[in-house]
């Protein structure tokens, strides 16, 4: 797996506010690469660079934007209505 960071754990469990910066972060500390969750979620790469990226723009229509976050979050081993009501509150 990857080498833990209790610094960085901290960090993850004391933020309430999760944008797709952080995210990557997340996922990269936890050594997980995109294609990996491609697998796993069938959610579309462009999907996950552009939820990592904020690009509001190319994202899909809120109701699939948020089951996409939620399973993103939850590969992550994150809190995911946490991570995605913090998420969604910032498209609003």
């Known amino acids: 797996g990857f080498e833990r960071n ?6 993850i ?3 309430t506010n999760f944008d797709g910066p952080f995210l990557s972060k997340v996922r ?12 796993e979620t069938r959610i579309s790469r462009t999907y996950l660079m552009a939820i990592e990226a904020d ?3 190319s994202l899909p229509a ?3 934007l948020r089951g996409f976050v939620i399973q993103f979050a939850r ?3 994150l809190n995911e209505n946490l991570v995605a009501s913090s998420y969604m509150a910032r498209i609003k």
């Not at 209790?6 to 960090?11: H, R």
């Not at 990269?28 to 697998?39: A, G, R, T």
């Open 6 to 11: 209790d610094e960085f754990e901290k960090e």
């Open 13 to 15: 469990a004391a933020r």
């Open 28 to 39: 990269q500390y936890k050594k997980i690469s995109l294609e990996q969750i491609v697998k």
């Open 55 to 57: 690009d509001f723009a």
């Open 62 to 64: 809120p109701v699939f």
């Open 75 to 77: 590969y992550l081993g």
